[in-house]
């Protein structure tokens, strides 16, 4: 795994001079930047420490005109190093760049006061005070000065060995998530096709390995690599400057800006909501104001809408969706850099919270902003409770957690089961998926359940309750998942039974109630007074107490509404069975048999094959042995 460090500094003030004597390695590659004695495109160069690890120089550009370059190379660093010369002191591109490194979040660093060579002690003096002064009270106030000079070698050794303790204690880029690699560089090779060329953000990747080029979404195999300058290496990390030959790749299908990540991981979005710090030096950020925004490799042109009031200040932060022009990768966490249009000069930056945001409308401001400070807090609980609360019914999973946010998986389902423990959270395993949804709907739900049993039983107290399918159709607004739940939930409490294939509430009686014997023997009665014929459903006034013996297994109800009682149906088939036996019968026979019409003996052997019965091949049927 290796560290990444940045140089900042005016133009000409021995950036790539301090490199190249560090490392033995020239950064300026380009035949141009030779010629003008000026670093045009990014350089990349490697020192090696003493414990084996490495440290990737990347050399951006001084000149204002390449500043593009310099944000696209500065998103990865790690750390700075910061190049003054001592005979011009703090430039103001010097300026911009610091402002650049604050909004990118690159706050270690040392500073090299170049050139020492051509000034006298009393001058060396003078510009280390006035870096001093100007780093105070500043987010770089820790950042030593060295004075050196690429020329003669003087505090080159104490610079290098400053580099390596400012590398060994800095952050690591994590190496166990998901591998993603922002691009920065494009080359065609001889032999080998495109290379692209990058640091990596995090993950790890292989030879072998498929990898998603974004923005485009198609999928590449990874046919060499170099990491860290090494060829024989076959995997990068986290932190390293990796090359990667990909397979099949065109020169015109890829660019700065694009990234190559795990398959899957990446999005691809034209909105953004941030939060972002307006320089004091800017003018203020006015709603729709045209803007260059960069972040990650990549630069697009954007409008600017602040949520909560129409106009960032100079020297103040703020909630601000970005409208981009066109798509860009990014992911909550992200840092971004904000340039005028015109005059393009930085203005500010800051931190991506959210992507494929919708279109800021004043009236949501409120909900939007607290929406936005939840995710700006980090406070992980807060997030979810929001999440929670945009996604109702339908509830959130881990994965989806982790997909809008860039929160760790273990983060996300510890404290979902904290919320639970809690009480605010309702956990549901669903095979290999894990949901949650707000207690309040979750018992909500529930609680509707109970409501229509309970109304069930009251209006219908001969039924057995409620078919299994029932719940779905009481909570058809709910999700499936949700309704599986709180089924579930009343099952294991013992609120709710399962009686075959009924569901009711467990103090609802299985039998039927001896006050409507009577009503229920006089129904009965009138069903067998049909014999053979049956009767219909519709000589009936309550039909309910009707449907309730149905349910319970005590009439059959044939086709058109014919009822029948349950004991001459069982009488009949067994009859059926002794008098044919294995050999079958038609419908012919079967008319014959019952004495009815050919009308009726088909509604009853349309019944018998329902019930599975009987079987019909041809024109023939066969019992089944009950």
């Given at each position: 795994m290796g560290v990444i460090v940045g140089t900042a500094g005016h133009i000409d003030h021995g950036k790539s001079q301090l490199v190249k004597y560090l490392t033995g390695s020239d950064p300026d590659r380009l035949k141009e930047e030779k010629e003008r004695g000026i670093t045009i495109e990014l350089g990349y160069v490697f020192m090696p420490t003493p414990d084996g690890g490495i440290i990737s120089f990347i050399d951006v550009p001084g000149h204002e005109k390449f500043i593009r370059q310099l944000v696209a190379g500065t998103a990865t660093v790690d750390c700075f190093l910061l190049v003054v010369a001592a005979d011009e002191g703090i430039m103001p591109q010097t300026r911009?760049?610091?402002?650049?490194?604050?909004?990118?979040?690159?706050?270690?660093?040392?500073?090299?006061?170049?050139?020492?060579?051509?000034?006298?002690?009393?001058?060396?003096?003078?510009?280390?005070?006035?870096?001093?002064?100007?780093?105070?009270?500043?987010?770089?106030?820790?950042?030593?000065?060295?004075?050196?000079?690429?020329?003669?070698?003087?505090?080159?050794?104490?610079?290098?060995?400053?580099?390596?303790?400012?590398?060994?204690?800095?952050?690591k880029k994590r190496s166990d998530g998901k591998f993603r690699l922002d691009i920065d560089r494009v080359f065609v090779l001889d032999g080998f096709g495109t290379i692209v060329g990058g640091t990596a953000a995090s993950g790890s990747v292989s030879v072998g390995d498929e990898l998603e080029l974004q923005p485009g979404g198609r999928k590449y195999r990874v046919r060499e690599m170099r990491v860290n300058a090494n060829r024989d290496v076959k995997t990068g990390e986290a932190g390293d400057r990796i090359a990667l030959n990909l397979v099949s790749l065109h020169k015109d299908d890829v660019y700065r800006g694009s990234c190559v990540a795990e398959p899957g991981y990446l999005k691809v979005k034209r909105s953004l909501d941030t939060s972002l710090t307006l320089l004091e030096t800017a003018k203020p950020l006015t709603k729709h104001q045209r803007v260059r925004l960069h972040t990650g490799t990549a630069e697009v042109m954007a409008r600017a809408v602040p949520v909560e009031t129409d106009v960032i200040s100079p020297g103040t932060s703020g909630y601000v969706h970005f409208q981009l022009e066109s798509a860009v990768v990014a992911l909550p966490g992200d840092r971004f850099v904000v340039r005028n249009f015109s005059p393009v000069i930085t203005i500010g930056g800051g931190t991506i919270l959210e992507t494929g945001t919708r279109k800021v409308r004043k009236k949501y401001a409120p909900e939007r902003t607290s929406h936005l400070t939840a995710l700006e807090s980090g406070d992980i609980e807060s997030i979810l409770q929001e999440m929670l609360d945009d996604y109702g019914t339908d509830g959130i999973t881990p994965k989806s957690v982790e997909k809008s946010t860039s929160l760790a998986m273990d983060e996300i389902r510890n404290t979902l089961l904290e919320m639970a423990e809690k009480g605010s959270v309702e956990l549901v395993d669903e095979g290999s998926t894990h949901r949650a949804v707000k207690k309040v709907y979750f018992e909500e739900a529930c609680q509707r359940l109970i409501s229509s049993f309970t109304d069930h039983h009251e209006t219908n107290p001969v039924s057995p309750g409620l078919q299994l399918t029932e719940p779905s159709r009481i909570l058809k607004v709910y999700?499936?998942?949700?309704?599986?739940?709180?089924?579930?939930?009343?099952?294991?409490?013992?609120?709710?039974?399962?009686?075959?294939?009924?569901?009711?509430?467990?103090?609802?009686?299985?039998?039927?109630?001896?006050?409507?014997?009577?009503?229920?023997?006089?129904?009965?009665?009138?069903?067998?007074?049909?014999?053979?014929?049956?009767?219909?459903?519709?000589?009936?006034?309550?039909?309910?107490?009707?449907?309730?013996?149905?349910?319970?297994?005590?009439?059959?109800?044939?086709?058109?509404?014919?009822?029948?009682?349950?004991?001459?149906?069982?009488?009949?088939?067994?009859?059926?069975?002794?008098?044919?036996?294995?050999?079958?019968?038609?419908?012919?026979?079967?008319?014959?048999?019952?004495?009815?019409?050919?009308?009726?003996?088909?509604?009853?052997?349309?019944?018998?094959?329902?019930?599975?019965?009987?079987?019909?091949?041809?024109?023939?049927?066969f019992c089944k042995e009950l």
């Amino acid at each position: 795994m290796g560290v990444i460090v940045g140089t900042a500094g005016h133009i000409d003030h021995g950036k790539s001079q301090l490199v190249k004597y560090l490392t033995g390695s020239d950064p300026d590659r380009l035949k141009e930047e030779k010629e003008r004695g000026i670093t045009i495109e990014l350089g990349y160069v490697f020192m090696p420490t003493p414990d084996g690890g490495i440290i990737s120089f990347i050399d951006v550009p001084g000149h204002e005109k390449f500043i593009r370059q310099l944000v696209a190379g500065t998103a990865t660093v790690d750390c700075f190093l910061l190049v003054v010369a001592a005979d011009e002191g703090i430039m103001p591109q010097t300026r911009e760049h610091l402002d650049i490194l604050r909004l990118l979040d690159v706050e270690n660093g040392v500073v090299a006061l170049t050139k020492c060579d051509l000034v006298d002690e009393d001058m060396q003096e003078l510009v280390e005070t006035e870096i001093v002064e100007y780093f105070e009270n500043s987010v770089f106030g820790a950042a030593p000065v060295y004075r050196v000079s690429s020329l003669t070698g003087m505090g080159m050794e104490e610079l290098r060995e400053a580099l390596i303790r400012l590398v060994e204690k800095s952050d690591k880029k994590r190496s166990d998530g998901k591998f993603r690699l922002d691009i920065d560089r494009v080359f065609v090779l001889d032999g080998f096709g495109t290379i692209v060329g990058g640091t990596a953000a995090s993950g790890s990747v292989s030879v072998g390995d498929e990898l998603e080029l974004q923005p485009g979404g198609r999928k590449y195999r990874v046919r060499e690599m170099r990491v860290n300058a090494n060829r024989d290496v076959k995997t990068g990390e986290a932190g390293d400057r990796i090359a990667l030959n990909l397979v099949s790749l065109h020169k015109d299908d890829v660019y700065r800006g694009s990234c190559v990540a795990e398959p899957g991981y990446l999005k691809v979005k034209r909105s953004l909501d941030t939060s972002l710090t307006l320089l004091e030096t800017a003018k203020p950020l006015t709603k729709h104001q045209r803007v260059r925004l960069h972040t990650g490799t990549a630069e697009v042109m954007a409008r600017a809408v602040p949520v909560e009031t129409d106009v960032i200040s100079p020297g103040t932060s703020g909630y601000v969706h970005f409208q981009l022009e066109s798509a860009v990768v990014a992911l909550p966490g992200d840092r971004f850099v904000v340039r005028n249009f015109s005059p393009v000069i930085t203005i500010g930056g800051g931190t991506i919270l959210e992507t494929g945001t919708r279109k800021v409308r004043k009236k949501y401001a409120p909900e939007r902003t607290s929406h936005l400070t939840a995710l700006e807090s980090g406070d992980i609980e807060s997030i979810l409770q929001e999440m929670l609360d945009d996604y109702g019914t339908d509830g959130i999973t881990p994965k989806s957690v982790e997909k809008s946010t860039s929160l760790a998986m273990d983060e996300i389902r510890n404290t979902l089961l904290e919320m639970a423990e809690k009480g605010s959270v309702e956990l549901v395993d669903e095979g290999s998926t894990h949901r949650a949804v707000k207690k309040v709907y979750f018992e909500e739900a529930c609680q509707r359940l109970i409501s229509s049993f309970t109304d069930h039983h009251e209006t219908n107290p001969v039924s057995p309750g409620l078919q299994l399918t029932e719940p779905s159709r009481i909570l058809k607004v709910y999700p499936q998942w949700l309704v599986k739940a709180s089924v579930n939930s009343l099952l294991k409490s013992g609120e709710l039974e399962r009686r075959d294939e009924w569901l009711a509430l467990s103090r609802h009686h299985r039998e039927i109630p001896t006050e409507f014997s009577e009503a229920v023997d006089l129904v009965i009665d009138r069903v067998e007074t049909g014999e053979n014929r049956g009767v219909s459903s519709g000589d009936f006034q309550d039909f309910a107490l009707v449907r309730a013996l149905i349910e319970r297994g005590l009439i059959h109800e044939m086709a058109e509404g014919v009822l029948v009682t349950a004991e001459r149906a069982g009488t009949l088939i067994r009859r059926l069975i002794k008098r044919f036996g294995d050999d079958g019968f038609t419908l012919g026979e079967f008319r014959d048999f019952l004495g009815v019409s050919r009308k009726a003996a088909l509604k009853w052997a349309e019944f018998f094959d329902s019930r599975g019965w009987t079987i019909r091949k041809g024109d023939r049927r066969f019992c089944k042995e009950l």
